[in-house]
């Protein structure tokens, strides 16, 4: 059964640098997302991206978060200058088309700023 | 803005009892919802997703329903194993195109 892809599983950074974190969606899907979770806490909406650009974004996606779609397979989220608070369980989803459709989850990426 | 809220937070039980676990929102207008299931440290696996217009949703020994005039779902597990213990959680999509998340409940089902 076609799954969602992360790598790395875990990823420790210092403080300062930057990460990007990498997803292969299901290869037929059109929807990308990147959610967030840190420890204890909900699930988080960062963003989501069709059609080769971000169509919605939340308030913690801010100036040291970006997304790209370098080619016709990988999803990636670039975080500029890592803090510490950044530290969290980052998935990623997709979905096929638009409308009523369920997302499909990533394993995560755990990302430790020290 | 839409608050999504589980109870319990945490719940404990012997095998092969039936039980529920429930979400609540605040704002009815919701395009559809979906029930994870959250193994310790691992990703979200998407168990049921009942649109708008659905009153129920199952699969296996779990059912889910829906009633959004009083802003609730529940999940019923039948018969549970220790397999199932997990944290559940529920999500809900409005009119954006995001997943909005709730507490979760963390459940245990001992031998």
């Known amino acids: 059964e076609p799954e969602v892809t992360q790598t790395p599983s875990h990823q420790v950074t210092q403080m300062g640098q930057e990460v990007i974190l990498r997803c292969v969606p299901i290869s037929n899907h059109l929807y990308f997302y990147w959610y967030r979770q840190i420890l204890g806490q909900k699930v988080e909406f960062l963003v989501s991206?069709?059609?080769?650009?971000?169509?919605?974004k939340s308030e913690i996606f801010d100036d040291q978060f970006s997304v790209e779609r370098p080619d016709g397979s990988n999803f990636t989220l670039k975080i500029r200058s890592t803090k510490l608070e950044d530290s969290a369980m980052y998935f990623c989803?997709?979905?096929?088309?638009?409308?009523?459709?369920?997302?499909?989850f990533g394993p995560g990426t755990r990302l430790t700023v020290t | 803005k839409q608050e999504v809220t589980q109870i319990p937070a945490a719940l404990s039980v012997p095998e092969g009892e039936n039980l529920v676990l429930n979400c609540s929102f605040t704002?009815?207008?919701?395009?559809?919802l979906q029930w994870f299931r959250q193994d310790p440290g691992k990703g979200l696996t998407s168990l049921l997703l009942i649109q708008s217009s659905q009153r129920e949703q199952t699969s296996g020994r779990l059912n889910a329903s829906l009633d959004k005039s009083s802003g609730r779902s529940t999940l019923y597990i039948a018969a549970s194993q220790p397999g199932d213990s997990a944290t559940y959680l529920c999500a809900l999509k409005d009119n954006t195109d995001k997943l909005i998340f709730g507490t979760g409940t963390r459940l245990q089902v001992f031998p």
């Open positions: 991206f069709y059609n080769n650009e971000i169509s919605e």
């Open positions: 704002d009815s207008a919701i395009y559809n």
């Open positions: 989803a997709s979905k096929q088309r638009t409308g009523g459709e369920e997302q499909y």
